[in-house]
Nanobody, 125 residues
Framework: QVQLVESGGGSVQAGQSLRLSCTPS????????MAWFRQAPGKEREGVAG???????AYGDSVKGRFTISQDNVKNILYLQMNSLKPEDSGIYSC???????????????????WGQGTQVTVSS
C-alpha cells in the first residue's frame, strides 16, 4: 500500500525555521516528481515546491529564497527546509508524488495521485 507520511510540523515564531520530512513507502514504480503543497483555512491548495527525479526544483513565488526542497535519493525521503517563516506561511503542508511523468505543471494538484495526510505549520507574529 502506497503511503506518504509527513513529519516536522509545529508552531514557531515569525523568523524561525522548520524542516518538514515526507517518507514514502509501498511504491512499486520509481517516483518521478514529488512536491509540497500547503493549504490555509479558506484558501486554495498552493504549490510550495517541487522536485523532479533529475533533481530539478521549482518554487512558488511566495517562498523563493526562503524555502529549500531536497530529497534523499537513497531513501526517497523528501524534505522542505523553511527559513524566515512568516505568519502567512501557516497552513497544512502535504507532500505529493507521481510516478508517470504527468504533463501538468508541478504545482497543479491534479498531477499527483498520491498524497500524505499533512502536517500543521503555525507561524505566529
Amino acid at each position: 500500500q502506497v503511503q506518504l507520511v509527513e513529519s516536522g510540523g509545529g508552531s514557531v515564531q515569525a523568523g524561525q525555521s522548520l524542516r518538514l520530512s515526507c517518507t514514502p513507502s509501498g511504491f512499486t514504480r520509481r517516483i518521478n516528481t514529488m512536491a509540497w503543497f500547503r493549504q490555509a483555512p479558506g484558501k486554495e491548495r498552493e504549490g510550495v515546491a517541487g522536485i523532479g527525479s533529475d533533481g530539478a526544483t521549482a518554487y512558488g513565488d511566495s517562498v523563493k529564497g526562503r524555502f529549500t526542497i531536497s530529497q534523499d535519493n537513497v531513501k526517497n525521503i523528501l524534505y522542505l527546509q523553511m527559513n524566515s517563516l512568516k505568519p502567512e506561511d501557516s497552513g497544512i503542508y502535504s507532500c505529493a508524488a507521481e510516478v508517470t511523468g504527468a504533463s501538468r505543471n508541478w504545482n497543479d494538484p491534479r498531477r499527483y495521485p498520491y498524497w500524505g495526510q499533512g502536517t500543521q505549520v503555525t507561524v505566529s507574529s
